[in-house]
């Protein structure tokens, strides 16, 4: 079956950075669509980035300059360095794999949390 697990959240503190790792099985990963996205306490699911089987990224605005997403699909693996980390990116943070219309699949989450 698929499954994307989630790896490297944690506590950090403001100003800081942390690695995110998704690995994916089940799936071909070359194919899909990957994308990070995260949801705070009390607040719906927001989308950070993507990257598509072409390697073309987006992220929302307030994610530009100091977050990256990379991938690999020799390792499967989906990759998100969180630099200069603030408090209110403090959330779970969800692996996205996306293949209209075969699927649309979810990690479990991992926990960010940035101390001021």
């Known amino acids: 079956q698929v499954q994307l697990m989630e790896s490297g959240g944690g506590l950090v503190q403001a100003g800081g950075s942390l690695r995110l790792s998704c690995a994916a099985s089940g799936i071909t990963f070359s194919l899909y669509r990957m994308a990070w996205y995260r949801q705070a306490p009390g607040q719906q699911r927001e989308w950070v980035t993507t990257?598509?089987?072409?390697?073309?990224?987006t992220y929302a605005d307030a994610m530009k300059g100091r977050f990256t997403i990379s991938r690999d699909n020799a390792k499967k693996t989906v990759n998100l360095q969180m630099n200069t980390l603030k408090p209110e990116d403090t959330a779970v943070y969800y692996c996205?794999?996306?293949?209209?219309?075969?699927?649309?699949?979810w990690g479990q989450g991992t926990q960010v949390t940035v101390s001021s």
């Open positions: 990257i598509d089987n072409r390697g073309t990224t």
């Open positions: 996205n794999a996306k293949l209209p219309p075969y699927g649309d699949y």
